[in-house]
């Protein structure tokens, strides 16, 4: 496997990164971020994709695994990882892409969802101090979110559905269309967040009181359907066909507990508590558990985290000084606790954890910065300056 090894591989991989810059700008202004801002964006991440493809080319990995798969005579498709073996094989096998060229293609879908994210911060700290827009970008900048995302698999497509949901829930229901886009992405290659997305839409619906009855009935009667549709396909495909009571899913859990225990990321996550495990999925390693220097630099991303937590969680608990009320935040809770109380006891491995927990963590960043209280207004700096041109579409 090399990165190029003909004239084709290395004019096509160009095409790509050149069609990749036209897509952020285009897709840019539809979040109303500047061409600008959205290029820097995309150069940033881009940057995360050739060092995620070198060290996967030196040390092997998943996305090594994609695309060797790809390279096999027609391959099957299904939900899964299968999917994302059959979406690479078109580029690998029918457009003849190499294998950093493929990694490019995977890491527009990563930069679409960067730029989603970014839009939805700029969002909701419009108008607010300094110190919150200047977290809020440091947020969008760790190394954490573009990494991950940056690479062949399931990733960059999970992080582009994540955040395109948050986007969607902002404005619902004019952005239905983009929701269910982003329901879509995330079933093809994470089926049982899906069903998370469609429950956690479902149940917001019922208990929101600021949509009118009409949409709320439409919009319950198609999640209920597609749930029906979802849920018995999503428990085959996570192993739970066969479950009958609750003893058959707590030896399912036990057993994906004892999965990925060896090398530097495995933890004995089966005698932690539950809210240890929690902790544990999203904030840690820290700085102390660090183990070589991409366990150090995820070890200063969860730094930013926690710093975030503890002054959402200081914001909720302390009544004055003004907030963001975000419209649709029961979605956002419902789904960031439903996902959060799925994966992290069913994870034993540090890496794993650092990967996923962006299929929810982008929820949980929104509704933090949103609880963090402001006392005085007078600081904020003149709404010219920060305020985004962002689009209703």
């Not at 809210?275 to 390693?285: A, D, G, N, S």
Request: glycine share 8%.
């Amino acid at each position: 496997m090399e990165y190029a090894s003909s004239a084709w591989h290395v004019l096509s991989a160009t095409l790509v990164l050149l069609a990749g810059a036209l897509v952020t700008v285009s897709v840019g202004r539809r979040f109303g971020t500047r061409p600008k801002w959205a290029l820097l964006l995309y150069a940033w991440h881009t940057i995360f994709c050739i060092a995620y493809a070198k060290l996967v080319m030196e040390t092997g990995g998943d996305a090594a695994d994609y695309f060797e798969a790809s390279l096999l005579p027609s391959p099957e498709f299904s939900i899964g990882t299968r999917a994302v073996s059959y979406f690479t094989h078109i580029f690998s096998q029918y457009l003849g892409f190499s294998y950093l060229g493929v990694f490019l293609v995977f890491n527009i879908f990563g930069t679409i969802g960067l730029l989603a994210f970014d839009a939805v911060l700029r969002t909701v700290t419009a108008g607010r101090s300094r110190f919150l827009r200047g977290l809020a970008m440091v947020i969008v900048l760790l190394p954490s979110v573009s990494f991950w995302s940056a690479a062949i698999g399931k990733d960059s497509v999970a992080f582009m559905a994540t955040s395109l949901a948050l986007w969607a829930s902002l404005s619902m229901p004019r952005r239905s269309w983009l929701m269910i886009i982003a329901i879509t992405c995330m079933f093809l290659v994470r089926p049982h967040i899906a069903a998370v997305m469609i429950l956690s839409l479902a149940a917001a619906m019922v208990i929101s009181s600021k949509m009118g009855w009409k949409w709320r009935v439409a919009l319950v009667s198609v999640a209920m359907v597609a749930t029906a549709a979802i849920v018995p396909f999503t428990m085959q495909y996570a192993g739970l066909g066969e479950a009958k009571d609750a003893a058959t899913i707590e030896a399912y859990v036990e057993t994906r507990q004892g999965y990925n225990q060896e090398g530097g990321g495995g933890i004995d996550i089966a005698g932690m508590s539950l809210p240890m495990q929690l902790f544990t999925y999203v904030f840690r390693p820290l700085p102390y558990e660090a183990n070589g220097i991409f366990g150090l630099a995820a070890s200063l991303d969860n730094v930013v985290l926690l710093l975030l937590a503890v002054l959402g969680i200081w914001g909720m608990i302390h009544r004055r000084g003004s907030r963001v009320v975000l419209k649709n935040q029961a979605f956002l809770w419902i789904y960031c606790i439903g996902a959060w109380l799925i994966l992290a006891p069913m994870t034993a491995n540090l890496g794993i954890s650092v990967r996923q927990k962006w299929m929810f963590v982008p929820m949980l960043v929104c509704l933090l910065i949103c609880s963090i209280r402001e006392r005085q207004a007078g600081r904020r700096a003149p709404a010219a300056e920060y305020r985004p041109r962002v689009s209703s579409r």
